[in-house]
């Protein structure tokens, strides 16, 4: 349902597409551009490994928690509406970061920030998936759009790295501004509004429970080294989390216009999608918090250096999210996911099995392997989850399968983080720091496989035959 006196999707398909692109490109980038940062900000606080994960998590925690919230806000109340408000929060955090007193100011600002990037996301996919309704031809933009992504989160370690070295980390937040206001113009003169026929109601309950399952998972996980794994308080928010996830799934189930809409898992590919996405982005959260401490404290390198050495990794990324998307739209997404758990599981195995102290041609091949992979997985997941689902759905199916991103890239950054604080005594340099990362190869190892065999396992014949009824069952309640 369109209702813009703007424009129209047909007049403007490829400059909505860049507007969408802008927003998912600050956004992205905001994932991982901070984490060159991070030697930097630990000596200006004084922070402890926890602190350096917070700075990463607080922001990925919470853009994961709204996600849902803010896609069905938009379906409700108007996708343009919901757009630009994003952008104003998101760039208003920015620049409160960029001018943050201490690390407990940060953090928050971080999760002001992550508030803002919630709007954008799921809603900058919807616009997408509303505006370009050809199958063949939502897939190419869905690649396009995923190359952004793909290209924002590889190369925001070496933007951040050039920022550190050049100016200080508080201007890794700046390059948010300019970016964010010109996309709120554009957005207010050529998308138009647009809402789902039938929106879903509000769902507070629902919402709090995703917040409290979230945040009790990841808080446990972190503060771990401190609290003691087997301690009460770790035990008590593990406990939590699963009481939070139980009463969730009970509670949605109940519900007629659920937050989160349980009945997409029935669709194999769509839930298949999912699992693949958790278990990418924590191999890249965790890879990304490992990769920088080991380059610039062991290595000694500097910020700048350390993100030049990702661009085997940016590359890759940049070049297969089209490919990929081209890929998925002939043949499926199967074939994609394939390559992208094998490249991603050989480069956790040569990391696990060497260490991360390797001559710098190996390092290279490693980079460009995780690169390979999350560059073939990333459209596959985004056209996976949105394809067969009703265009009333489009904001739900999105801000779910944008969700499980970032619960993945928090969990791989608390769970590697915690295996370091555990192991290595907080201690990021030297034989203790690369004994205790080889331990976190082994996890994001275990991260690639599980890609390559839910893939396989998915998103074959049988895999359809759950995804057509699935979607046959979306369509007779929207024709009701």
């Known amino acids: 349902m369109i209702d813009s006196p703007h424009a129209t999707p047909g007049e403007n398909k490829p400059l909505i597409l860049a507007i969408c692109c802008m927003s998912i490109l600050i956004v992205s980038l905001d994932t991982t551009i901070l984490n060159v940062a991070l030697p930097s900000i630990k000596r200006d606080f004084h922070a402890s490994i926890a602190g350096a994960q917070w700075t990463i998590d607080a922001y990925v925690l919470v853009l994961g928690s709204l996600l849902l919230l803010a896609g069905s806000s938009a379906d409700r109340i108007g996708r343009r509406r919901v757009f630009q408000l994003g952008l104003i929060v998101f760039t208003l955090g920015s620049l409160l970061c960029s001018v943050a007193p201490s690390l407990g100011w940060l953090i928050a600002f971080r999760m002001l920030q992550a508030v803002g990037g919630s709007m954008l996301n799921p809603v900058a996919l919807s616009i997408i998936s509303n505006t370009f309704t050809d199958g063949k031809e939502r897939a190419r933009a869905i690649g396009v759009w995923s190359s952004v992504v793909g290209i924002s989160i590889a190369s925001g370690p070496i933007i951040g790295g050039a920022l550190v070295d050049g100016i200080g980390w508080r201007s890794v937040f700046w390059i948010n501004i300019p970016i964010g206001i010109a996309a709120l113009g554009l957005a207010h003169r050529f998308i138009p509004e647009s809402h789902a026929l039938k929106p879903r109601r509000a769902d507070p309950i629902g919402q709090v429970l995703i917040i409290g399952f979230l945040a009790t998972l990841v808080y446990g996980i972190i503060e771990a080294p401190t609290n003691g794994w087997g301690g009460p308080i770790t035990i008590g928010c593990f406990a939590a989390s699963l009481g939070c996830l139980i009463a969730l799934i009970r509670y949605e189930l109940v519900r007629s216009e659920p937050l989160l809409e349980l009945r997409f898992f029935r669709s194999a590919p769509f839930s298949g999608a999912s699992i693949v996405a958790v278990s990418a982005f924590a191999a890249l959260g965790g890879f990304l918090f490992l990769n920088t401490l080991y380059l610039q404290d062991v290595r000694g390198l500097s910020a700048l250096r350390a993100g030049l050495f990702l661009l085997p990794m940016a590359g890759a990324m940049f070049f ?36 991360s102290n390797l001559p710098d041609g190996r390092l290279f091949l490693g980079y460009a392997l995780i690169g390979i992979g999350l560059g073939m997985m990333n459209a596959a997941i985004t056209n996976t989850a949105v394809s067969g689902m009703p265009r009333s759905q489009a904001g739900v199916a999105s801000a779910t399968t944008s969700t499980t991103r970032q619960v993945g890239q928090a969990l791989g950054v608390a769970i590697v983080g915690s295996i370091l604080a555990s192991s290595a005594g907080g201690i990021t340099r030297g034989s203790a720091f690369t004994s205790s990362a080889r331990t976190g190869w082994w996890f994001i190892l275990g991260f690639g496989l599980m890609v390559l065999v839910v893939a396989r396992t998915t998103m074959g014949r049988w895999g359809k035959e759950t995804a057509a009824r699935t979607a046959a069952l979306f369509g007779a309640e929207e024709q009701a």
């Open 320 to 355: 297969l999210g089209p490919v990929s998307g081209y890929l998925v739209s002939t043949r499926g997404p199967r074939l994609s996911l394939t390559i992208g758990g094998v490249s991603l599981s050989l480069a956790a195995l040569l990391f696990a099995l060497w260490g």
